[in-house]
């Protein structure tokens, strides 16, 4: 039986700045190179959203299949882009029975 993943949090212009200034001391949790996201991968990125709520994600390949995975991992995990550079991107997933990240008002 599948699981339906959680709603995206629809973050504010305020909200995805925060969540921007707290990723640049992280270091990327997950690597995703030449297998791509097979079932394992996004197991770890799951386990990474429910644990930290905030992750960087490196994704090791050309900017076009980059682009294809970043969606996927959105969409598979209910997770919202925060930013992307280059090769890493950036995921926030709320945990409502563990909250780790503080956001700001929404106003």
Request: proline letters at 6%; hydrophobic letters at 35%.
């Amino acid at each position: 039986m599948s699981q339906r993943p959680p709603q995206p949090e629809n973050l504010t212009a305020r909200q995805r700045k925060y969540l921007r200034g707290l990723t640049h001391h992280l270091q990327p949790v997950v690597i995703v190179a030449d297998k791509g996201l097979s079932d394992n991968v996004m197991a770890e990125i799951e386990s990474a959203l429910d644990h930290h709520e905030l992750i960087k994600v490196r994704l090791r390949t050309e900017r076009q299949q980059r682009d294809v995975w970043a969606r996927e991992i959105e969409d598979r995990c209910g997770a919202e882009r925060v930013h992307a550079i280059g090769q890493v991107v950036s995921y926030y997933r709320r945990n409502p029975e563990k909250q780790v990240v503080n956001l700001p008002e929404s106003g």
